[in-house]
């Protein structure tokens, strides 16, 4: 195993947890790996598959991640292919052919191809010893990126019984594991669980007073350097686009009503150039295996808790220090809102679709560390932040505690059976029907903070959720549960502290701690220079490119500067198969230095 990863991946050692997933996929094991994004999930997969007898199916919905891997695949001189819309007849053809022929082990196609009668009818027989689901998430209904075409993947296990189903996401909270291991296996599969932690992220929430002169401010810190900024709407990034290049900066609006050929073509230069900024809705991003992505900022709300760690997992792949902002409004709130409750989907996926929205609130009004927040709503350890404003700039906080024990007191009266709406209309003392109908009207407690407006229960209720007190049962259709630091509130053990909005958040500093050690004597000239013939070298091949080398990779060879073959193979991400290919024009840049 280590052999190979070096010969063909050009690393020396397996990250935290890849070794162990390797070794159950090649003892034959269903699994469900979490990893966080830029953890190297596509080598847990992709190794085994090279070294197995069998061939590999992996079913990816992202056309450009498909592109990607395919490419850097072809890089290694590993074979692969891949079939899917984009391709031509021909290329499709071809690469169906080299698969079922022998010469390819791996292949990948869009869940909606692989399911097909045609499909399914011609693998039989080829020996397919292992399916693949990327974006596993997406066929759990708990999950919040559900596909109904994900769906026709539960026949796999019936349709080949001997083959080994390995099931990958960044994203899956524990319900939405236990669905994907159901669906998939019918509950025959270990799951791995890396951790949701990116410590190399920044998180910063601001509020959306005077944004666009802020989002200047932060950008002119980043010059030179790629980022993503998302939008709402198509409207938006094209005008938010247009303000940015106004102003200077190389920026590109992508959205789904643009032409393919255009958003393809902006893709292409994403992966390529350095400093560009693609200004997008969510329809760029997954799957774009683009290490050294310096930024991700929201311009409006992201749609859910796992929407957001999805997209803010796209910057620092890398193990670099990375920013991470959204802009917070309550015009972004109300659309969110109306956009579920018009949307398709019948009320109890509405329901669930606004308690994903509310725990996102939550961290935005978080008086805590954020961290705390996202990896509390993951079931995830907590470890100590330094890395998100409420920790680098801590709010003021006034002592709540009464407050919150009036709050959860009606929690636990009403037997943690109800949501936000009934708790704070029994806690205010409003008689809707539904308070008639079950005679809470008549609770000690009702009315117990009637002096204070619903809109300030509500934020009181969403800062107890972000600081772990109570927590939303989304399978329970949204109930509020007091945990045990909340009953420690109730009965008088602890304090809560709330907090008073501070509008003058500061901008992330772009100086984060938590990153990889920093490449000591890094001549910046030399790097300069790789840096540009790898972009050539990109362009010529048609390759995005990291696929020729990472920014790690380069900066290490700015900083050790080999002189021979031997040297430039001990460089982070160089094997023999890259060393064949590049080494000799790399080795003669760095020697002319």
């Known amino acids: ?315 620092g792949r890398d193990g670099a220090s990375a920013d991470t902002i959204i802009f917070y409004g309550l015009d972004d709130l109300f659309k969110r809102r109306r956009m579920i409750t018009q949307g398709e989907g019948d009320e109890q996926y509405k329901l669930r679709e606004h308690k994903r929205l509310d725990t996102l609130v939550a961290y935005c009004e978080a008086a805590t560390c954020r961290r705390k927040v996202l990896l509390t709503y993951f079931d995830d350890v907590y470890v100590e932040c330094g890395n998100c404003d409420n920790c680098l700039n801590p709010p003021t906080l006034i002592d709540g505690t009464e407050l919150a024990q009036m709050a959860l007191s009606v929690i636990s009266t009403t037997g943690e059976y109800f949501g936000t709406v009934h708790i704070v209309n029994l806690v205010r003392g409003t008689l809707t029907e539904k308070v008639l109908q079950r005679r809470h009207n008549e609770l000690s407690n009702f009315g117990v903070g009637k002096e204070r407006p619903k809109e300030f229960w509500q934020a009181l209720i969403r800062q107890l959720l972000a600081a772990g007190h109570i927590s939303v049962d989304i399978q329970r259709y949204g109930a509020l549960r007091i945990s045990d630091t909340g009953q420690k509130i109730l009965s008088g053990d602890t304090v809560f502290n709330y907090k008073i909005i501070n509008s003058k958040s500061l901008l992330p500093s772009g100086k984060s701690q938590k990153s990889l050690p920093k490449i000591i004597g890094v001549n910046e000239e030399l790097l300069a220079k790789l840096k540009v013939k790898r972009l050539d070298l990109a362009r010529e091949k048609r390759v995005p490119a990291f696929v020729i080398f990472s920014d790690r990779s380069l900066t290490e060879m700015a900083a050790k500067r080999p002189q021979s073959e031997s040297q430039f193979l001990d460089i982070n991400g160089v094997g023999p198969q890259k060393l064949k290919e590049y080494g000799k024009t790399f080795l003669s840049l760095i020697m002319s230095e």
């Open 1 to 315: 195993m280590e052999r190979w990863l070096k010969q063909y991946f050009g690393f020396s050692d397996f990250r935290p947890g890849q070794k162990e997933i390797i070794q159950a996929l090649l003892a034959n094991k269903n699994l469900l790996s979490v990893m966080p994004t830029g953890a190297g999930k596509s080598i847990c997969y992709q190794l085994p598959a090279m070294l197995s007898d069998y061939k590999t199916i992996i079913v990816s919905p992202l056309v450009s991640l498909m592109d990607d891997q395919v490419a850097s695949l072809k890089s290694n001189k590993l074979p692969a292919e891949k079939i899917h819309s984009n391709c031509t007849f021909e290329e499709n053809g071809a690469a169906w052919r080299s698969f079922s022929q022998g010469e390819a082990k791996i292949l990948y196609v869009s869940p909606e191809r692989l399911m097909t009668d045609r499909m399914v009818a011609s693998l039989n027989g080829l020996g397919i010893g292992m399916f693949v689901i990327d974006e596993a998430h997406c066929i759990s209904k708990w999950g919040a990126g559900f596909r109904p075409d994900y769906n026709e993947l539960s026949r796999l296990q019936y349709l080949f019984p001997s083959a080994v189903i390995a099931a990958f996401t960044a994203t899956a909270d524990e319900a939405t594991r236990n669905d994907i291991v159901q669906n998939l296996t019918s509950g025959n599969a270990s799951i791995f669980v890396r951790g949701f932690d990116r410590p190399n992220l920044s998180l910063t929430v601001l509020q959306k007073t005077n944004w666009k002169r802020r989002l200047l401010e932060f950008l002119h810190s980043k010059r030179r350097e790629s980022g993503i900024i998302y939008c709402l709407s198509r409207k938006n990034t094209e005008t938010l686009a247009a303000y940015l290049s106004e102003n200077g900066f190389n920026a590109l609006p992508y959205h789904a009503g643009q032409d393919a050929t255009i958003r393809r073509n902006s893709q292409g230069r994403f992966m390529t150039e350095e400093g560009l900024i693609m200004v997008a809705t969510i329809a760029f991003g997954m799957g774009i295996d683009k290490p050294d992505i310096r930024f991700v900022v929201h311009a409006n709300l992201p749609s859910s808790m796992e929407a957001f760690y999805q997209e803010i997992g796209r910057a």
